[in-house]
């Protein structure tokens, strides 16, 4: 008499419940990307090894991000020029800098992006400010939040703002997997078409561009799924030295990192310490709100 064992199998298997998502932020792919052993202390080890100093560098692109986002909180009539010291103000943070004087230097020289950025925007609001975006795979369930999420000629673009001394060109814009995730999650959402991706950097005030497609959204969402897939199979999440070791949260707790070279937490804002000139029309409101903690 033949078993019943293969039907009791297939019953198991239609009921069965599926395999789990990885949850997952672009963020904490390139982590792992970057350096295995980075990525097990940040998200793995509990208790997770303490955290090195903040990063002036940090402060300054959360300091830029937060007044935009407080600028896009202010009603359309209200958003000027002169309202821009107020918003960086409020929106400063202080950590990481070496000094009061360094931290007087980089907020002039915020604000004088901020007049000038502003400047370029469009009228209106976009559809999204600081917005979290989410799609599914067979593998992933992603999210991630958007710095600014435009409608323009009925389709999404994705808008991410940068802060860094190194300007970015199309290639830039071309390989960020934060960026292909994120249009991916978009046209998901809102069921849009979401290919364009930009990254406004500040300091030059240039834009980098980069025109996605389908095959290509699908690659880069191939590399996630790959780089997921490498991450629940890793058992000792070896370091990678490098570079970025001297940055690293975890140097003090990382054979690699504490033989790399210390650099100090304002190193990375050094650059920026110079006057720049006011933009016309400032006036004494720019200076006033220079009286940081």
């Known amino acids: 008499m033949p078993s019943a064992k293969p ?9 069965s419940a599926p395999p789990k998502l990885f949850s997952c932020t672009p963020s904490r792919i390139t982590t792992y990307e970057d350096c295995p052993r980075r990525y097990r202390h940040a998200y793995l080890d509990r208790p997770a090894p303490p955290r090195g100093p903040a990063w002036a560098h940090n402060s300054l692109g959360a300091s830029v ?3 935009l986002k407080r600028w896009y909180d202010l009603p359309a009539s209200q958003r000027t020029s002169e309202v821009l010291p107020r918003l960086l103000t409020g ?4 950590d ?9 230097a980089v907020y002039q020289t915020a604000l004088t992006w901020l007049e000038r950025y502003v400047g370029t925007l469009p009228e209106g609001d976009p559809l999204g400010v600081e917005r979290t975006v989410a799609a599914k795979t067979d593998t992933l369930a992603l999210s991630g939040r958007v710095d600014r999420l435009d409608a323009r000629d009925g389709e999404l673009v994705i808008v991410d703002y940068k802060t860094g001394r190194t300007g970015l060109d199309q290639d830039d814009a071309r390989g960020s997997r934060a960026l292909a995730l994120y249009a991916y999650a978009a046209e998901r959402m809102f069921h849009k078409p979401c290919r364009k991706v930009e990254l406004h950097h500040l300091p030059t005030g240039t834009v980098a561009a ?23 199979a890793d058992r000792e999440f070896p370091m990678r030295p490098g570079a970025l070791c001297s940055f ?6 990382c054979p690699a990192g504490r033989e790399a070279p210390k650099k100090e937490s304002w190193t990375a804002v050094e650059g920026y310490e110079a006057r720049v000139p006011a933009q016309p029309g400032a006036g004494a409101d720019r200076e006033a709100a220079v009286e940081l903690g």
């Open 210 to 232: 980069h025109e996605h497609t389908a095959e290509s959204l699908a690659r880069h969402v191939a590399r996630a799924e790959a780089t997921v897939a490498d991450i629940r």
């Open 65 to 67: 991000h937060n007044a």
């Open 91 to 94: 929106a400063w943070v202080t």
């Open 96 to 104: 990481g800098y070496r000094d009061a004087a360094q931290i007087k």
């Open 248 to 253: 690293c949260d975890f140097r003090s707790s």
């Open 7 to 15: 039907d009791e199998d297939d019953q198991l298997a239609l009921f």
